[in-house]
């Protein structure tokens, strides 16, 4: 299986720590708009979490447990730029492992570097995600890392929406992914913690299904 999730305990508590700090918003009635144009109840920020020490200490230390369970050969580790630069940074630190992060395109001056750091060709490398939705920004960085001539071993992120087009494209990568927390997980703990009704259940489930013809 290509995509896993952190134990469920894991995941619970990562997903009611972004609901305290409000980093998972969630608003069914007045949904927030993609720069895609989609539709969607959820806004996730999960770079709040760099402002709690306590939750980003979480993140940091379970993110390391699933790297060294799933990619214990694992030589660097890199971030996305820019969300996934200092929770890497931290994953890195906490494991005594080099660091290098990923652009989205090129520096437009000096070196002209897409990716910042010291990677060696065939260095066996961990990508690090705050936010994984469709999969397409993550993968555009693991292709830049590829062809440098390193090794992706596979990512690691703190939330994933779950969405079937993400699950596709990873598996057409090759490339595996382990997820700290998750939608429907997020979701649970929503319900039980009273920031969204049982009733709201069923229309928020049914976005992750088809996010583009979603309506509240």
């Keep these: ?3 896993q999730n952190a134990p469920l305990e894991v995941s619970r508590d990562v997903a009611k720590m972004l609901l305290e700090i409000k980093a998972i918003k969630l608003n069914k009635s007045n949904p927030f708009t993609w720069a895609s144009g989609w539709k969607s109840p959820i806004y996730c920020d999960n770079r709040k979490s760099l402002s709690y020490s306590d939750v980003r200490t979480y993140i940091k230390k379970a993110l390391c447990k699933e790297i060294r369970l799933h990619y214990p050969n694992v030589e660097v580790i890199a971030g996305v730029a820019t969300a996934g630069i200092p929770q ?3 994953v890195a630190d906490e494991m005594g492992l080099p660091f290098v992060y990923v ?3 090129p520096k437009g001056h000096g ?3 897409l990716i910042e750091g010291e990677l060696n060709p065939e260095s066996k490398v961990v990508v690090i995600e705050d936010l994984v939705s469709t999969g397409g920004s993550s993968l555009k960085a693991v292709d830049d890392i590829k062809k440098m001539g390193a090794e992706v071993l596979g990512m690691a992120a703190i939330f994933t929406y779950g969405f079937p087009l993400a699950q596709e494209n990873f598996s057409k990568a090759n490339i595996p ?3 700290l927390s998750n939608y429907s997980d997020m979701l649970d703990i929503a319900v039980k913690q009273n920031y969204i009704s049982s009733q709201d259940l069923s229309s928020l489930s049914s976005w992750r299904e088809n996010p583009s013809v979603w309506s509240a």
């Design 103 to 105: 652009r989205s395109k």
């Design 177 to 179: 992914l382990v997820t």
């Design 111 to 113: 070196m002209e570097n």
């Design 1 to 3: 299986m290509l995509i």
């Design 88 to 90: 890497g940074a931290l």
